[in-house]
């Protein structure tokens, strides 16, 4: 399964983005998915995720309130809706699929990840 992720780009602190992934297929089994985010000189960390049929969502603290994960499995798509962007957001944003249908916040949970795409938000 490969795993495309879009829609990142350079905006103003304050500002929205939608992320979208899009898996080449379905995998075999009904997987939660999630995002990730790395910063320079930083770990890997998780932002959010979402469980196969979409009913139980997980947010880092640190998005809360500001950014939704949605997924449309019909599509084979998962999105991230960024708002009220800040500086400390600014990362390559990674999406993952999971070996389990439950979220999870480990990233040795997720077995494919997407290419990644960049966020910038100026301050």
């Known amino acids: 399964v490969q795993l495309q992720a879009s829609g990142g780009g350079l905006v103003q602190a304050g500002a929205s983005l939608r992320l979208s992934c899009t898996a080449s297929r379905r995998t075999s089994s009904n997987n939660a998915m999630g995002w990730f985010r790395q910063a320079p000189g930083k770990e890997r960390e998780f932002v959010t995720a979402?469980?196969?049929?979409?009913?139980?969502?997980d947010y880092s603290d640190s998005v809360k309130g500001r950014f939704t994960i949605s997924r449309d499995n019909a599509k084979n798509t998962l999105y991230l809706q960024m708002n009220s962007l800040k500086p400390e957001d600014t990362a390559v944003y990674y999406c993952?699929?999971?070996?389990?249908?439950?979220?999870?916040?480990?990233?040795?949970?997720?077995?494919?990840w997407g290419q990644g795409t960049q966020v910038t938000v100026s301050s």
């Open positions: 993952a699929s999971s070996m389990t249908s439950t979220t999870s916040r480990t990233r040795n949970t997720y077995r494919y």
């Open positions: 979402i469980s196969w049929r979409g009913e139980s969502t």
